[in-house]
């Protein structure tokens, strides 16, 4: 029975995971969320039929309540776990249409910095955090697979060649978490542990919802940018789209096939956007 591990599973890309892996009955689903309650109520509303899922509490950057998790996974899965997706991240729209002189032009130093904390403590720090309290369930588990759900903007060439000049912490972190793969998968390369970062591509998770009329020729800006790197595009997918196209490619990777710590799409390739 293959065991997951999903964080941030509340909603979104991450409710995506839950939903799609419960649908097989083998597979044993635990969700990581801030808030047990709600999710454990749409669990019951939604998939009442479903008795693979388990919700567990846990905030990601509290590192008491990680380790806890991981100690109740291990009462679930018998103490191995055979994939961690790390979905859970800091998306305040702080930065999502500002460059840096433009946050700088309104931001007080202190908020600025507050908000680079926010930004590298729950994308970095946590992930580092996250990794070492499941990690031994990883290691005796059978698939052995850590994906961290990352993003384009992350992608130092992509942003270099199409002059992306906002979200400069959250691009900052996804970059800064594209390392920590790397190093994990360094040094877990030998006991057959794969650590990959995934773009999940442009999801419609809600977010265009909370655009502000002022932001709306900074989004149409950006649009415009992601329309000339991909003219093809046919915009927002949906997270159960995403969540099944991720899974495939993850599905054919591998440390053997020279996979380990890559960062690549839900097209497996570099391509962000299709």
């Avoid at 998790?69 to 994939?83: C, E, H």
């Avoid at 032009?105 to 970095?124: C, G, I, W, Y």
């Avoid at 196209?245 to 299709?274: A, C």
């Amino acid at each position: 029975m293959p065991s997951y591990v999903i964080t941030g599973a509340s909603r979104g890309i991450g409710w995506g995971f839950v939903k799609h892996l419960s649908e097989d009955p083998s597979n044993k689903v635990i969700g990581l969320v801030r808030n047990a309650p709600p999710t454990i109520e749409r669990v019951k509303t939604e998939l009442s039929d479903r008795k693979n899922i388990h919700i567990l509490q846990a905030d990601l950057i509290d590192n008491a309540a990680i380790k806890k998790a991981a100690a109740d996974t291990a009462t679930i899965t018998s103490g191995s776990l055979d994939y961690l997706i790390g979905n859970a991240a800091y998306t305040d729209g702080f930065d999502q249409f500002d460059s840096l002189g433009g946050l700088l032009a309104k931001v007080s130093p202190e908020e600025l910095t507050r908000q680079f904390h926010n930004f590298m403590d729950t994308n970095v720090l946590a992930q580092v955090f996250l990794y070492d309290a499941f990690l031994p369930l990883l290691l005796k588990g059978t698939a052995k697979k850590v994906m961290s759900i990352s993003s384009g903007m992350g992608d130092l060439q992509f942003n270099r060649d199409y002059d992306l000049d906002h979200a400069i912490f959250y691009s900052s972190s996804k970059a800064a978490l594209n390392m920590v793969n790397i190093k994990f998968g360094a040094q877990y390369k030998k006991d057959g542990v794969l650590f990959i970062s995934m773009c999940p591509g442009v999801v419609d998770t809600g977010y265009a919802d909370k655009i502000l009329p002022e932001q709306v020729a900074k989004l149409q800006e950006i649009l415009d940018k992601f329309h000339a790197y991909s003219p093809t595009s046919t915009g927002p997918s949906q997270p159960a789209e995403s969540v099944k196209k991720m899974l495939s490619v993850l599905d054919t990777l591998s440390i053997e096939n020279g996979d380990q710590g890559k960062y690549v799409s839900h097209t497996g390739t570099d391509r962000w956007l299709p």
